[in-house]
């Protein structure tokens, strides 16, 4: 062996201890960045947006198929009527307003929502007429941000649905962002509502639709029989794509 080769094999193993080092913290920080960064191939982020046309929906915490965890406790009134404050003084006053969608989503709501002034107005079988009313009463005209989760008991023109849609965002105060809950589509005339709700809301600065639609079609699991409500897992998904797009759109 000449005296340059075995030079060059003692600085290999001079080195060797630290390529091993650089190894082994490698193996230990890039899964952690993976899991952090959200790069792995079936990763998602609840608060990611997907731009779909005139509709904007949210990314799926869980993924298609997936076994969701248990729910929140059940709710058996009719009306919920939610004002539930934070230690925050300068938080943020959210109001959101809805039907039996809603009343069931509540507690979850409730639960993820602990950082804002929380105003919750729900009624089973509301429909868009009340809309405005309630977001009156739970003082939507003075809100940082509101969501409407309204359509569902709805069966009208695309004409009319709009101006029951217009009719209700012009209790909302105009500075405030909307998220609309769009309604799924279970039975064929919900088109008529779900064409005036992406019309509308969409034109108001600031807002956008939250379609509901792909939850569904990604868990069916989370149905009941009459393909409208929801399970325990189901309301808490609900509650939960709720308050991702909320904390997305809320300052700070």
């Keep these: 062996m000449d005296l340059r080769t075995r030079d060059r094999l003692t600085t290999l193993a001079d080195l060797a201890p630290w390529a091993v080092t650089v190894l082994a913290l490698a193996a230990l920080v890039v899964p952690i960045l993976v899991e952090v960064g959200g790069g792995g191939a079936g990763a998602q982020n609840p608060q990611s947006l997907v731009a779909r046309g005139p509709v904007v929906t949210a990314g799926d915490p869980y993924s298609p198929g997936a076994s969701l965890p248990e729910g929140f406790p059940e709710v058996d009134e009719k009306v919920v009527q939610v004002d539930q404050t934070t230690a925050r003084t300068a938080a943020p006053r959210v109001v959101i307003v809805g039907d039996s969608l809603t009343v069931g989503a509540s507690p979850g709501l409730r639960a993820l929502l602990t950082d804002v002034h929380l105003r919750i107005d729900a009624k089973v079988g509301r429909a868009m007429p009340e809309g405005s009313k309630a977001a009156a009463v739970s003082r939507a005209g003075s809100a940082d941000l509101v969501v409407v989760a309204l359509g569902s008991n709805d069966s009208c023109a695309v004409a009319e649905c709009k101006r029951r849609v217009s009719a209700i965002l012009a209790a909302v105060n105009p500075a405030a962002p909307v998220v609309w809950m769009q309604p799924a ?7 008529n509502v779900r064409a005036a709700v992406s019309e509308v809301v969409t034109a108001r600065p600031g807002s956008l639709v939250l379609d509901w639609q792909p939850f569904q079609d990604a ?34």
Excluded: W
């Design 219 to 252: 868990h069916p699991e989370i149905l009941q029989t009459d393909r409208i409500h929801l399970t325990p897992a189901g309301y808490r998904l609900r509650a939960e794509v709720t308050a991702s797009q909320v904390h997305v759109l809320l300052p700070g």
């Design 185 to 191: 589509r279970f039975r064929p005339n919900m088109d």
